[in-house]
């Protein structure tokens, strides 16, 4: 035992010098070849002893196409745990880094403004806050909106009593008991009324009231006229909140604003050079200095038209979603585009390397 082992040390020794005289001896030489690894013929009988295989080894290293060449037995191959793949053609992918920054997703941000003047009596949600589509943010007294309630419900009345009156000559006048022109005036006057209660109920929708809404105005008596409630128009998180409960708003000026985090925008710069290779639809990942290791999967919805002039870089957009929103909008990132090359190369496993 102990001198198969020796004759495999030795074997073994004569394989490394002769890797490193091929390697360093004819580094020097314009035609040096590059040493070549491969398995020796072995005998198929399963019986043969070590020294048969070293014996073989040694007979076909004298042959001169095993010059510049390493000579390893099968046993060599298996006691060094050395193991073989082919290797394939196939499209190799090239990848692209660029620069970006991560942004809100601009179709899922908004301001909220009042649309009343008045002056805030409740206050429901806050910086931070999650708020639902719909729900409750803020209540406020509005003189204007009282207003608009009160015209909206006298021109509905006087559209009924419109409505009465243009029955009552219209059956008149076909009885031929009042004159044509009664019969015209009470549908003037009809016609009027009817165009005055739609312009006021549309007033109202404007600010967010429904039909049942409306309806309710006519029969809930106990209703407020001067309560204006500020809903979510979706859901999101309240990212800046501009005022204070007993604070007068005006109409224009933003009380909130929302964005809804579960999708982000990531804008990246790319380089001239490599516009070419820039694809709408095309799939992107996304890295974060805050978040060491982890990718964000996302695709180029938008390139731009034109160049940053001062950078002369084009932009693009990712979008991302954010499920757990832990990409925050103003953070830098790195954009990576994987991109496929048209024509087929040599790839082994990259275990192999």
């Not at 549908?187 to 109202?204: D, G, M, S, T, V």
């Not at 290779?277 to 938008?302: C, E, I």
Request: aromatic share 8%; proline share 4%.
């Amino acid at each position: 035992m102990n001198r198969r082992k020796s004759l495999m040390a030795v074997a073994l020794s004569v394989a490394i010098a002769w890797a490193v005289y091929g390697v360093f001896g004819n580094a020097g030489s314009e035609n040096a070849a590059i040493p070549e690894t491969r398995p020796a013929d072995h005998d198929e009988a399963a019986g043969e002893n070590l020294g048969a295989e070293d014996r073989g080894a040694a007979e076909h290293a004298a042959d001169g196409k095993a010059e510049n060449s390493v000579i390893l037995t099968q046993s060599q191959i298996l006691l060094a745990e050395i193991a073989t793949t082919p290797v394939i053609a196939a499209r190799v992918p090239i990848e692209f880094l660029f620069t970006g920054e991560v942004k809100f997703n601009q179709e899922r941000a908004t301001h909220i403004v009042p649309r009343l003047t008045g002056i805030v009596t409740k206050v429901k949600a806050i910086l931070g806050d999650r708020v639902t589509e719909n729900s409750e943010m803020a209540v406020i007294e509005s003189r204007e909106l009282a207003e608009m309630r009160a015209a909206y419900l006298t021109a509905l009345e006087r559209t009924r009593l419109a409505l009465s009156r243009y029955k009552r000559t219209s059956t008149l006048w076909a009885q031929k008991i009042s004159p044509k022109q009664d019969f015209i005036d009470a549908e003037a006057n009809l016609a009027e009324n009817r165009f005055e209660k739609l312009a006021f109920e549309q007033q109202l929708k404007a600010l967010g009231y429904t039909q049942e809404q409306l309806e309710r105005l006519v029969t809930d008596k106990n209703i407020s006229f001067t309560e204006f409630k500020i809903l979510a128009p979706f859901g999101g998180t309240v990212i800046e909140k501009y005022f204070t409960k007993g604070e007068f708003v005006e109409k224009t000026k933003p009380l909130y604003v929302i964005a809804d985090l579960q999708k982000v925008w990531v804008f990246a710069n790319v380089y001239q050079g490599n516009i070419k290779n820039v694809r709408l639809g095309q799939t992107a990942s996304v890295t974060l200095d805050s978040y060491p290791g982890r990718k964000f999967g996302g695709d180029v919805t938008w390139i731009a038209d034109t160049l940053d002039e001062r950078t002369r870089t084009l932009k693009i957009r990712v979008e991302v979603d954010n499920p757990d929103r832990l990409l925050k909008p103003g953070m830098f990132a790195n954009v990576a585009l994987i991109i496929k090359t048209g024509d087929n190369g040599p790839v082994a496993p990259a275990s192999a390397i």
